[in-house]
């Protein structure tokens, strides 16, 4: 078979490369997914769209984000137009909490710094905190409201894009792994997978945090992508407790509008395991406690993990392997993939339709992975 763009790993990275390819005119298009579409760390997500929670300095990173971020409302309210699929797109933003002094006092540095970066951010006391979510504990010091952190529905973005794809005729082989890229005299021609050969004149490379298993030939591919188990835990109330995502310096819950309230998450180092535990379950379980007692009351209404795909310094990967042309790796999206997919998709699609290098792959790009193999030690959550 063959194809003009082979997009491999069918998760939020390379469903979007998809999409903004068909938007762009792409006409043969084929995503080749090990099992379906959106079931790993895509689906395992928070769906918090975090620039300001989730970023600890100013710099290439949080830029990386704001932008992508700014492509959000286009991104859902095209995405939506085109499936009748709304991924619930949900501005109300984010309250980070501290629960003692010490915790206050990091919030108090990171308003200073993201004032001076000219972020939004607002200071709340512990008063303001219980007025805006009475369901907050008593025991709160103090937090800060990022107005422009948003979340969204990321098992409906999922959804709206695997719709795109089967309405705009991508073609999607399920239950298909890829093994080696054939490589022929420095290209990257196809792909061998378990229902045979497929031939493309361009590869993505999406394959999240397998990506390290993937062969270019015979040899192992020159990238060290890790996996980072997150479990989770679902709980339900009758109606929405919270209004806002609320971020500890432990974990997170994330109030979805039908009630569900997502809890999360562990950083494991544990390898392609992502079954749930005893104990990050309990560690989950205390944290959300500890963000709010009324969560001791709920059912818990479903549980998973997921596997992070990590970069030895943390950073997306979006870029090519120097040596092999006609290959793009968007990859090591890590804590913030679902947050990341639009302005990926934008570069990817940019560099694969206008063959130049967007400026954010010469920062994000595969080069600076030489000089940083050591993994580097990751937030509390
Ligand atoms: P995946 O969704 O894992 O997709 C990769 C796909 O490639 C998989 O479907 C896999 O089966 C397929 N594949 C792999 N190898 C092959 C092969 N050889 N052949 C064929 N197919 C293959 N991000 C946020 O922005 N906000 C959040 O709130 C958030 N919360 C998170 C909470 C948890 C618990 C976890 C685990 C992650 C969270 N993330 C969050 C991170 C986010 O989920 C990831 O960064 C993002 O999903 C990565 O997307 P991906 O498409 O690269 O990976
Ligand atoms: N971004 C939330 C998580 O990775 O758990």
Redesign the pocket.
């Known amino acids: 078979m063959r194809t003009e763009i082979l997009i ?8 979007s490369i998809a999409y903004k390819l068909r938007i762009a005119g792409t006409r043969r298009i084929a995503v ?19 620039v300001q929670a ?1 970023t600890d300095s100013p710099g290439q990173f949080l830029d990386l984000c704001k932008a992508s971020l700014a492509r959000y409302p286009e991104f859902i309210e095209t995405l939506t137009a085109a499936t009748d699929i709304d991924a619930e797109l949900d501005r109300t933003g984010t309250l980070k909490l501290a629960f003692n002094e010490s915790e206050t006092a990091k919030l108090q540095e990171r308003a200073e710094w993201q004032r001076n970066a000219g972020l939004s951010v607002e200071q709340l006391s512990a008063t303001d905190i219980r007025r805006t979510e009475p369901f907050v504990s008593p025991n709160v010091a103090s937090g800060l409201f990022f107005p422009d952190d948003w ?1 969204i529905d ?1 098992r409906k973005l999922l959804a709206a894009l695997r719709r795109f794809a089967e309405i705009s005729d991508i073609d999607i082989f399920e239950n ?4 080696s890229i054939i490589v022929e005299n420095g290209r990257a021609i196809g792909v061998m ?1 378990s229902i045979g050969e497929i031939r493309s004149d361009h590869i993505v490379l ?6 390290s ?2 062969k270019l030939g015979d040899v192992p591919i020159p990238l060290n992508i890790r996996p ?5 835990l679902e709980f339900h109330s009758a109606k929405r407790i919270f209004h806002h995502v609320l971020i500890g310096s432990e974990g ?1 819950l ?1 109030p979805r509008a039908d009630g569900r309230i997502l809890a ?3 950083t494991e180092d544990v390898g392609f395991d992502n079954s749930n535990t005893p104990h990050g379950e309990a560690v989950i379980l205390n944290t959300a406690i500890q963000l709010s007692p009324s969560i001791a009351g709920l059912n818990v209404s479903s549980k998973w ?5 990590m970069a030895a310094d943390g950073m997306p990967v979006i870029g090519t392997i120097p040596g092999l042309d006609d290959m793009t790796v ?12 639009p302005l990926t998709a934008e570069i990817a699609a940019g560099q694969i339709l206008n063959e130049e290098a967007s400026p954010w792959m010469t920062i994000f790009g595969t080069q600076r992975l030489r000089f940083t193999e050591q993994v580097s030690t990751t937030r509390a959550f």
């Open positions: 491999i790993g069918g998760g939020v990275i390379g469903l080749v997914e090990r099992g379906t579409l959106g079931s790993e760390a895509s689906w395992a997500a928070g769906g918090m769209l975090g989730e979340q990321n298909t792994e890829a093994g997978t999406a394959t999240g945090a397998w990506t298993l993937i980072i188990r997150g479990q989770m997170y994330v999360g998450s562990t993990a997921g596997l992070r795909p968007a990859t090591a999206h890590y804590r913030n993939g679902i947050l990341l997919a």
